[in-house]
């Protein structure tokens, strides 16, 4: 199905909050093997509302509409839609007396609105206390669901998929992405072209942070071919370019090390400065973490890196807090005090603040103790503080990456 | 002047990529006392973005484009454009030769595309290497930016505003944005309308993770009056909601509690375990965080709580490492290892795996330490793995700003 999906809000329009929830409805409903025309944001104006509304209607078999559901009295796309499409509003018991039954005496009467839908609305679900209604209008299926990303996240998986899915069978793409990290676009892009992949195989080129995603799509036609097709296309591409990819689909830098490390039958712990335990958050993010990872310290002020990490006094005057030397003597702390097999650790400055001639912002230094000794690595990253940590953060998996595939290619 | 984004890419309508720039570029516009009519997002498929255009150009006053303008072959912005209003590509020998002069020789054919822009096409820097112009058709400005987040806010900041500025002096918008976290949208609601505002003043309510942020807008026609009634508004809510209100526009909880610490002359220092490292690379995000923050020991693994922390063996068979009296010691032992003149310890269940009868997944505790002596807190979350991570970090900020706030008042 060709479709549209339209957010709806004041907040999104004037750039107070970013629109999570159409990237989120695009992504589930391409992975369905649907297309989307287009995708528009409007505010809480309900005369945009249906215009925008009414001309989706006559060019898309699917229309996504987000945001402006709720009791506030700026949600206004129900009465938009009651006006387009000439559709009073009615009231939905079901809904009442759930509101009756699970809210306060005194915020219960501004909550009676959301118990007013366009007629012809069919609620998604009767037991959930999240709106989100269905109506069908010209032939032409219309979701209406909240703006709240979790609350959209939840409706769009237990409900629209699954009604799509019975609605519009045998639909699908093969689709598959391969993440590089400090990679150039340009030439991933040439190695492709002369790779003369079947021109049936679609591929996209996106930079993302400091990562490039490259994206291979077989649409399927004719469902044994395209497998075989996009079975054949990967196998070449994951040939060609081997660990320049460090991971595919989900995978992120953490998950991937998080994955070698317990193939390693590695524990890993960290000593983290200018990363102020991004680094750590990261790879505590992964469920399954606590297998392979300890822990670390944030030393970020030297105090820390005397008191917590053992650090000796005198090579910190020496050396400074951001040196190679700091740097190795961190990796090495860390090392012995926790016991794990793999330790790695940064220090550097971020900025804005703290930099100078010697020792400009961006500076970082990185060492890394394991099965192999200790190495030690100089970096000097540009960018504001934001992206400094970030690319430290990135930098570090990736050395750790790295590492751990070359011990087990020993 | 009346504005619609577009952005153009099949790694924004597949929702491979979520769209931050059309928000960018939403919220400096508005900032600016524009008014953002409509956002579009739209795979790179000539056909459709002239058809967009066209439709744009015939109902506002700016027009901005984001994406499509690489060198790679599926970046077909620059053609559609010179198809859709008959500007055939001119050759523009100021890019050539940057191109000819920065890049390797084998590249060096692949980014000759970038030169070709359709005729009439302004070139908003001539020293940039970033991709960016201006075309004006049918007087209306349509500004073409790349489509890489950080290249486009650099545009966007140097170019496209000052350019606005020049051309439409004397707008303007006076807004303010107040945070509230865990408060009830709808209680907030009710409590404004009691205040009965001026109906020049336009409120906005918008649930943003777990916060509720509280938008407050005056539009400035007639700039003396408006200036005083935003400002008359503002005091009045600043008022009536006190402390609840935990900052203002920019701010974060981490940096509130930056601020706070300052004010009180307080060092900080964190034990974390179930959050990772996630409160301290919040702490650290935020410029100048190294003049209150010392740093922390994420104690992942109990192994760490013992070595690292120091806390006792016993305690930990006792009570098990999810516990107040272990949220106690992390607290107590941290702030003797650091010197902080504050401590805050985590210590919890984040899931999915790691949960029982007694203690579910979800179950937190925290200690904190300071001069007013210990307190414990304890909580029970939910949601997924990422969720109980953002919350248990939020609330333990919260905590801090709270305590903090007491201090200053005795």
């Given at each position: 199905m060709r479709a549209e999906i339209i957010a709806i809000g004041d907040e999104l329009t004037s750039g107070r909050i970013l629109n999570t929830t159409s990237n989120y409805a695009a992504h589930r409903l391409?992975?369905?093997?649907?297309e989307i025309h287009a995708m528009h944001t409007i505010g809480d104006t309900p005369?945009?509302?249906?215009?925008?509304?009414?001309?989706?209607?006559?060019?898309?078999?699917?229309?996504?509409?987000?945001?402006?559901?709720?009791?506030?009295d700026d949600d206004l796309t129900n009465?938009?839609?009651?006006?387009?499409?000439?559709?009073?509003?009615?009231?939905?018991?079901?809904i009442l007396s759930q509101i009756r039954e699970h809210s306060e005496h005194d915020t219960c009467e501004s909550l009676e609105k959301l118990a007013w839908l366009p007629r012809g609305a069919e609620l998604l679900s009767h037991d959930s206390r999240m709106a989100g209604h269905l109506l069908i209008h010209d032939q032409v299926p219309i979701f209406f669901l909240p703006g709240v990303p979790s609350q959209m996240h939840y409706m769009m998986d237990k409900h629209v998929l699954p009604w799509l899915a019975a609605h519009s069978p045998g639909l699908h793409s093969f689709q598959c992405l391969y993440k590089f990290f400090k990679?150039?676009?340009?030439?991933?892009?040439?190695?492709?072209?002369?790779?003369q992949l079947d021109p049936e195989v679609e591929i996209g080129y996106y930079p993302v942070n400091n990562d490039i995603h490259l994206s291979l799509t077989v649409r399927d036609h004719d469902h044994q071919h395209s497998k075989k097709l996009f079975d054949h296309s990967c196998?070449?591409?994951?040939?060609?370019?081997?660990?320049?990819?460090?991971?595919?689909?989900?995978?992120?830098?953490?998950?991937?090390?998080?994955?070698?490390?317990a193939q390693n039958n590695l524990t890993l712990a960290l000593a983290e400065s200018c990363t102020g335990g991004l680094i750590s958050s990261k790879i505590t993010a992964v469920p399954g973490s606590s297998?392979?990872?300890?822990?670390?310290?944030?030393?970020?002020?030297?105090?820390?890196?005397?008191?917590?990490?053992?650090?000796?006094?005198?090579?910190?005057?020496?050396?400074?807090?951001?040196?190679?030397?700091?740097?190795?003597?961190?990796?090495?702390?860390?090392?012995?005090?926790?016991?794990?097999?793999?330790?790695?650790?940064?220090?550097?400055?971020?900025?804005?603040?703290g930099g100078s001639a010697e020792k400009p912002v961006g500076t970082v230094?990185?060492?890394?103790?394991?099965?192999?000794?200790?190495?030690?690595?100089?970096?000097?990253?540009?960018?504001?503080?934001?992206?400094?940590?970030?690319?430290?953060?990135q930098t570090a998996l990736d050395l750790l990456r790295c590492h751990l595939l070359e011990l087990m290619a020993e």
């Open positions: 391409f992975q369905a093997g649907h005369e945009l509302i249906g215009e925008i509304l009414v001309r989706a209607i006559g060019r898309v078999d699917l229309i996504l509409v987000t945001g402006g559901l709720g009791a506030t009465e938009a839609v009651s006006q387009a499409l000439n559709r009073p509003a009615s009231l939905y018991p079901t990679a150039s676009e340009i030439a991933i892009n040439e190695d492709i072209l002369k790779m196998a070449r591409i994951k040939r060609h370019f081997g660990q320049k990819i460090y991971g595919q689909d989900q995978d992120t830098l953490a998950s991937v090390v998080g994955q070698l490390l297998d392979y990872f300890l822990g670390g310290v944030t030393s970020y002020a030297d105090s820390m890196k005397l008191g917590c990490l053992g650090v000796d006094n005198e090579l910190l005057s020496k050396y400074g807090a951001v040196s190679s030397q700091i740097a190795g003597a961190m990796a090495e702390n860390i090392k012995q005090m926790s016991g794990a097999g793999l330790t790695l650790s940064v220090t550097g400055i971020a900025g804005p603040g230094h990185m060492g890394m103790s394991g099965p192999a000794g200790l190495s030690l690595h100089h970096f000097l990253f540009s960018g504001d503080r934001q992206n400094i940590q970030a690319i430290t953060s």
